[in-house]
Structures are given as C-alpha cells and as structure tokens.
C-alpha cells in the first residue's frame, strides 16, 4: 500500500478541522491558543507533504516560516495574556468587553 | 510497507493527542498532550524526508513553545475547569469541516490543473539541510532577515509585556494602589 500526498491532505485537513473545532468552542483564551498552534502545525504538514511529492523546496521553507510566525505569536500573545490576567484575574473570553464590540 | 505503517500509526497518535487538547477541561492535560503531538507531528517530517524541517519542529514547537507555554501557565490559576461554550456541538463540528475542506480545495485545485512546476528541485547528491541552506540563503535570504527582525521584535515585546513589575501582583492591589503607584514612581504600571 502506497502512502501517496492525498493521504497527507486529507491528515492535514481532519487537523485543521480539530483546529478549527477548538478555536469554535473554547472560551478560555489560552486554550484558544492551543487549537491556533493545532491550526498552524496542520498546514505545515500539507506544506511538507506537498514538497516531498513534488520534489520542490518551496513548501518546506514556507513551513519554517509558518514556524516562526506561531513563536513570535506565542512570545507577544503570552505577555499580553500574562499583563490581562495580572489586571483583572481571568482569562475568559466573554468578559473581555472593554471595547464594548 | 514501513512507510504505510509509520503514517497510520502517527496519523492516529497526533490525531487523538490533538483531540484531547480540544476537548479535555485541565489545561495542563490539554498542555502535555499538545507537546505530545507536535513531537508526533515531526515523525511525518521525517518520513517525508524532510529532516532539518522535523529537528526544527522539535526544538522550536516542543522546545520553546510549549517551555513558554508552560512558564506562562504558571501565572494562571490552572487548577480549575475551564466553561466551555454553550453552543450547538453538530453547527460547530459542521463548520470546522466544511472551512477545513475548503482550505484544502483551495490547496489542491492549482495541483489537479498540473500548473506546477519544481522551481526549486531537490538534489539528490546533498542532503536535506545542505539543500534547505542553499534556497534559503539564497532566493529567501530577504524573508529570513525579515523573519530574525520580526523574532527580535517579538522578544522585545514579551519582555516588556511580561517582564516588568514581576515582583508585584497586580489583581491583589486595588485600583487607588495602581494609580498611586503610578503617580508615585512616575511610570507606567502596564504599558
């Protein structure tokens, strides 16, 4: 049996689903961040996938950068998380009305 | 043979850890099994041969991601169940996978037109890292240095979000505390 890319597609896309899932449903934020990261990592998987069964290196340096996107994300989205929770003592998402949207 | 038994297997393992991440109702249980599954995750880089991308994966995401993550965590009150919304599960569950098959379709139709073409082929006399140094130095040098300028404006941000008043606990002072605080000392509590 031969693993050819649609496997890996249809991979990435029950992860991407998950993904998608996660950000629909939570409602504290850092679990939210947690399904983002799930998102992320299921396109890289199509990414590399889609390099390898077309010999081409393009899809394999757009997964690093998709890589370096989600660390620099998680350093500047923790802090504001870390400053929020100092401030009023949850993370939820329903309470985050102060700019009444 | 291998290959089919490596990818089923992984496929099943990530599959599960993710779920559990979006499920479960302990952070830390949604934490331990998001590193586990981006450690699973780098298994199908390696099948795929691409190696350097697979050692990256575990030394960025399950070294210093889920390290932050997890040092972050530490500010939080993680103990408690986490509500979840009240919504329609079959809505939500229906959405996820009609966008997810349409991402993939949007993916996938330049490939079944067969307009692609190997603009930059992988050798077969190097090796993976040697060929993945020679196109990223190369034809994506100016997006590296663009990527190292926005990591280092990230770090910057991080510490100044995060790092500053460290010894102080912001939710147990009042308000009048802050504003004096900051009246006294002449500087921003939270900037």
């Known amino acids: 049996m031969e693993i050819g890319l649609n496997h890996y597609l249809v991979l990435s896309t029950i992860l991407f689903a998950i993904g998608l899932v996660g950000v629909m449903k939570r409602k504290n934020l850092l679990l ?70 | 043979m291998f290959e089919a038994v490596a990818f089923y297997l992984f496929a099943f393992l990530t599959i599960a850890m993710f779920y559990i ?16 599954g981006m450690i699973f995750i780098s298994a199908f880089f390696f099948i795929l041969g691409a190696d350097f991308l697979g050692a990256i994966q575990i030394i960025v995401y399950t070294g210093a991601v889920m390290a932050l993550y997890a040092f ?18 079959y809505i939500i569950v229906g959405l996820s996978t009609l966008a997810a098959v349409l991402i993939v379709l949007i993916v996938s139709v330049p490939m079944v037109s067969d307009n692609i073409v190997a603009l930059y082929p992988v ?4 090796g993976n890292v040697q060929s993945v140094g020679l196109v990223l130095f190369t034809k994506y040098l100016i997006p590296f240095e663009v990527a190292a300028i926005m990591l280092l404006v990230a770090m910057v941000a991080g510490i100044v979000l995060a790092g500053k008043k460290m010894d102080l606990s912001l939710t147990l002072m009042s308000g009048e505390e802050i504003e004096d605080m900051k009246k006294e000392k002449n500087k921003k509590v939270l900037s």
Do not use: C, P
């Not at chain 1, 290196?57 to 950068?65: E, I, K, R, S």
């Not at chain 2, 979006?22 to 586990?36: F, G, P, R």
């Open chain 2, 21 to 36: 991440v979006v499920t479960t109702k302990q952070a830390l249980y949604a934490l331990t099994a998001l590193a586990a």
């Open chain 2, 123 to 126: 050798a077969d006399d190097i």
């Open chain 2, 72 to 89: 972050g965590m530490m500010f939080f009150d993680t103990t408690r169940d986490v509500k979840e919304k009240q919504g329609n599960k």
């Open chain 1, 32 to 101: 939210l961040f947690f399904a983002t990261e799930i998102l992320l990592n299921a396109v890289n998987i199509a990414f590399a996938a889609i390099s390898h069964y077309y010999g081409d290196l393009t899809g394999q340096m757009f997964a690093f950068f998709v890589i370096a996107i989600a660390a620099s994300e998680v350093a500047v989205g923790l802090g504001l998380l870390i400053v929020w929770f100092k401030r009023h003592g949850t993370i939820d998402l329903d309470l985050m009305t102060s700019m009444k949207g």
